[in-house]
């Protein structure tokens, strides 16, 4: 994997923003908040969960819908600056890793023709999670980026952020 995969996972929609992922009408970023606790108290993205991550949705998300889409379009953004620009690549790529899981589990997980998700085995955000994963472990991904500027500048950082012994 090269730096164009780094900037194809770090440009995705969906690390702007999840406005997309709501059902129904296109929402209007300025009214995100409220239509994702919309979409929560109409059951989207609680009842298609696995029981295990159902009670989270109900009971943090669903309990705090309004701030908590606004950390997750804080998140996305984050991940998605930090993946295109290759800063603290590998922690962003865990993150994404972590946020791709996340919102596949919100909409019923993996299933083949179920769920509120695609009925498709490899959905976006399985494909997401799984490139997030090609990044954190291909030094390539960090050839041409802020964290290869770093190591350059101190080597002992090399490893942690290019998983290279020494910056190339």
Known sequence: MHDDERYGVGAHPGRGGVAERCPGEAPQPAHFPKQFAQSLKAGSFISQAPPFFRAFMEGIVAANAETFAQIVRFVELSLGVALILGLLT???????????????????????????????????????????VVILLSPEAKTFSVDAALAKRNPALSRLLTNRKHAA
Do not use: H, K
């Not at 962003?92 to 993996?110: E, P, R």
């Not at 023709?113 to 999670?129: C, H, Y």
């Open 90 to 132: 590998n922690l962003a790529a865990l993150g994404s890793i972590a946020q791709s899981l996340a919102i596949m589990l919100s909409q019923g997980g993996v299933a083949f023709g179920t769920g509120l998700g695609a009925p498709e085995f490899l959905n976006v955000d399985l494909i997401m999670a799984l490139l997030s």
